[in-house]
């Protein structure tokens, strides 16, 4: 049983560009959070995709995107690359009718010069 | 708002010693507990969960920990530490709502556990 993959590992983008990455829920989950995790600090919540939609979102500004397709997978959109946007970002998914507990993937670390 | 204070950056130990690490957290509102571990260039593992029911909880590889709610900490602890645990341990919460859901946690800073041979 194949866990949540995400994609790509690492990659690395100058400012002002724009990053896409690529997240797989583990079989069976519904629904993909994403978090921030800056060197030497906690994850934090970017937002949550539950049937195509953006359920919740934490504080982060318009430039960070996403979008859930109908296989439950997602892709989170940063624009206008800064270089306080270097961090891992790690993607959890969960099964929203069973206790919700997230499972992380192991994050695309993504480093802005 | 919620947040979450991890008392402890680091914290040194030496193997078969036992070990405690802190979190307090502050909210106004019922929470769910979680702590998690993180090793080197991976993910987050859950170790255990506080929802509600017994204050004290066992999770995976023989941690444990118990919600205090007078004095809003949910302490991690195990008997003894192997050379295997050294990683970094997340703390977090999240509001105790609409079925459970976990996606918005709110995480500590986390404290790195360095066991020592």
């Known amino acids: 049983d194949a866990g949540v993959t995400q994609s790509p590992t690492h990659l690395i983008k100058t400012r002002g560009q724009q990053v896409t990455l690529r997240c797989s829920p583990k079989?069976?989950?519904?629904?993909v959070s994403w978090y921030q995790q800056a060197l030497g600090q906690g994850p934090q919540f970017i937002f949550q995709y539950y049937e195509e939609e953006e359920r919740q979102r934490g504080n982060f500004p318009d430039r960070f995107s996403g979008h859930q397709f109908p296989n439950y997978s997602s892709e989170l959109n940063v624009n206008a690359l800064l270089l306080g946007d270097s961090a891992l970002y790690l993607c959890?998914?969960?099964?929203?009718?069973?206790?919700?507990?997230?499972?992380f993937g192991e994050g695309s670390r993504l480093t802005v010069l | 708002a919620q947040s979450v204070t991890q008392l402890d950056s680091q914290v040194p130990v030496f193997e078969e010693a036992p070990v405690e690490l802190r979190c307090n957290y502050s909210?106004?509102?019922?929470?769910?507990l979680f702590w998690y571990v993180q090793y080197p260039n991976q993910g987050l593992q859950l170790l255990l969960k506080?929802?509600?029911?017994?204050?004290l909880v066992k999770g995976i590889n023989g941690f444990e920990a118990e919600f205090n709610k007078s004095q809003t900490s949910f302490h991690l602890r195990k008997p003894s530490v192997h050379i295997s645990d050294t990683a970094e341990y997340f703390c977090a919460v999240s509001l105790a709502n609409y079925g459970g859901s976990q996606g918005n946690l709110i995480f500590g800073k986390g404290t790195k556990l360095s066991v020592k041979p």
């Open positions: 506080y929802l509600s029911g017994s204050t």
């Open positions: 959890a998914s969960s099964f929203r009718g069973g206790t919700g507990e997230l499972f």
């Open positions: 909210s106004s509102v019922s929470v769910y």
């Open positions: 079989s069976g989950h519904d629904t």
